[in-house]
C-alpha cells in the first residue's frame, strides 16, 4: 500500500497519475475536499481508498497499516498569503513532523514536500545543505512553517529516515484548483483566451526591468519523476531542491505561452500591490548538485518544452487533468 496525504491537490494527484502509470492502483488517497473542485483531480485516477485528512490523523496516531511501503506527504496550506500562523503550524509543520516520528517507528519511508518559500529573499542563497536551516529567514507565514517543519525534522534525526525536497515554481496539468496560486501559465492562457491583454507585475524595485523577476520554473512531471525516484532508489533520504537550477524570467514564461499558442506577445504591465511587495521573491533558482550526487534525477524540461506540453496537450485540448488527456488514458476508480 502507499499513503499519498494531500491526494487530490495539485502535486498529490500527479504522482498518483505517475503511480497509476507504473502500474499502482493500491494507493490510499488522504485530503480535505470541502466545497472546491480539486476533488475531479481524482475522477481518472485509480485508487483503493479516500479517507478525510482529520479521520487519517486520528487513525494514524496509533500507527499506520503494516502494509505500507512508503508514506508521500504532500498534503500542506500552500497559500503564501495565509495569514493565520496558527493554522499553518497545526497544518503544515506539526502534521508533518508527527507523520515523520511515526515512519520512523514503523521504518517507512517519509517523502514530505517542503518549499523554496524557506530561503525567503534569497539573500543567504539557495544551498539544500540542512546546516543552513537555522539562518533561514522566510518573508511568509508559509514558508516559516515549512522551514519549521523542515528544522524538527532534521533537529529529532529524521532525516536519516526522511526525504524532503523543497519545491520551486511548479506547474502544470491538475492546478486549475487553485484560486490565486495557480501557475502564472495557466493564468497567462486565461487571460489570452478570454481575449485579454496577460497582465504581469510592473516593477518597483530599481534595476530591474518590467517582467524581470526570475523563478526556477519546473513541471510538474518532473517533479512527479523524482519523488518516486527517491522511494525506489535506496539510500537517498536527507533535504533536496526540487527545481531545475535555472532562473526564468516571468517574460520569458509568458513569450512561451504566446510562442505555444502561435500568437504574437501582448502584455499589460500592471502595479505590485502594496501588500506583497515587502514579501516579493526576486529571484529564485534551486542548487541541485546534492540531488544529483544523490542519484535523484534532475528536472530537465526546458521552459518552452513544458510550457508547449502544458499549453497544447492539456489545456488547448480541454482537458486540464492528468490522466485525462492524450498524455494518459484515464484509468478506472476502485473504491473498498
Not at 488522504?30 to 481524482?42: E, M
Not at 505500507?68 to 500542506?76: N, P, Q, R, S
Not at 515554481?169 to 486549475?176: A, L, R, S
Not at 515587502?278 to 534532475?298: D, I, K, N, V
Request: proline residues 4%; charged residues 25%.
Amino acid at each position: 500500500m502507499i499513503i499519498v496525504t494531500g491526494g487530490a491537490g495539485f502535486i498529490g494527484s500527479a504522482l498518483i497519475w505517475k503511480l497509476n502509470r507504473l502500474g499502482r492502483r493500491d494507493i490510499l488517497v488522504v485530503d480535505r475536499l470541502g466545497t472546491g473542485d480539486k476533488w475531479r483531480n481524482l475522477v481518472p485516477l485509480a485508487f483503493d481508498d479516500f479517507v478525510d485528512k482529520a479521520d487519517f490523523q486520528a487513525r494514524s496516531a496509533d500507527g499506520l497499516p503494516a502494509a505500507c511501503e512508503v508514506v508521500f506527504h504532500m498534503g500542506a496550506c500552500s497559500s503564501t498569503t495565509e495569514r493565520d500562523a496558527d493554522y499553518l503550524i497545526r497544518n503544515n509543520t506539526r502534521t508533518t513532523v508527527e507523520l515523520a516520528r511515526t515512519c520512523k517507528r514503523q521504518g517507512i519511508p517519509f517523502i514530505y514536500a517542503s518549499s523554496a518559500a524557506t530561503y525567503g529573499d534569497g539573500s543567504q542563497g539557495y544551498d539544500d545543505d540542512p546546516a543552513t536551516l537555522e539562518t533561514l529567514e522566510p518573508l511568509n507565514g508559509y514558508g516559516w512553517s515549512k522551514q519549521l517543519a523542515d528544522r524538527w525534522i532534521a533537529r529529532e534525526g529524521l532525516l536519516a529516515h526522511a526525504t524532503g525536497f523543497r519545491f520551486f515554481n511548479v506547474f502544470g496539468p491538475n492546478e486549475y484548483h487553485k484560486g490565486d496560486m495557480r501557475s502564472m501559465v495557466l493564468k497567462a492562457w486565461q487571460q489570452v483566451r478570454a481575449g485579454e491583454r496577460v497582465k504581469l507585475f510592473a516593477n518597483h524595485r530599481e534595476g530591474f526591468r518590467d517582467g524581470d523577476e526570475s523563478r526556477d520554473f519546473v513541471y510538474v512531471k518532473d517533479v512527479v519523476d523524482t519523488l518516486v525516484a527517491a522511494w525506489q532508489q535506496p539510500g537517498t533520504p536527507g533535504l533536496y531542491n526540487l527545481g531545475t537550477g535555472t532562473a526564468r524570467s516571468f517574460r520569458d514564461l509568458v513569450l512561451a505561452v504566446y510562442s505555444a499558442l502561435g500568437l504574437p506577445p501582448d502584455i499589460d504591465w500592471v502595479p505590485m500591490p502594496e501588500n506583497l511587495r515587502g514579501q516579493y521573491q526576486y529571484y529564485t533558482c534551486a542548487t541541485t548538485e546534492r540531488g544529483r550526487a544523490a542519484g535523484l534525477p534532475p528536472a530537465t524540461t526546458s521552459l518552452e518544452e513544458a510550457v508547449r506540453d502544458y499549453v497544447c496537450n492539456y489545456l488547448e485540448a480541454g482537458q486540464a487533468r492528468l490522466g485525462a488527456s492524450a498524455a494518459g488514458s484515464p484509468v478506472r476508480v476502485t473504491m473498498t
